[in-house]
């Protein structure tokens, strides 16, 4: 898959985490299209380090969509932990 593609699942990925994973966050919008993007990543690599298989096989395969999304939600939660819920206020 090119690069434009990791990006769109990245962005609809760490959109379907975040509506799983309802809160407050600190970070809008940009933020976590930047985690949807690395978790697709770290769902891709968890799947094939951990389950053996080529989770990242295609644009349309359900397995390349969970993974995304399953890695978004670890680094969404990850993120919540290490920010605390913190807050900028201008």
């Not at 799947?47 to 395969?61: A, P, Y």
């Amino acid at each position: 898959m090119g690069i434009i593609a990791w990006i769109l699942i990245g962005l609809l990925a760490g959109a379907i985490a975040k509506a799983l994973m309802p809160g407050s966050d600190p970070g809008g919008v940009i933020v976590t299209m930047l985690l949807g993007i690395a978790g697709g990543l770290l769902g891709g690599w968890l799947g094939k380090v951990v389950f053996g298989v080529d989770s990242i096989d295609g644009f349309f395969d359900l397995s390349t969509w969970i993974a995304a999304v399953v890695g978004s939600m670890i680094l969404l939660g990850l993120h919540r932990l290490v920010t605390g819920g913190r807050h900028r206020h201008a």
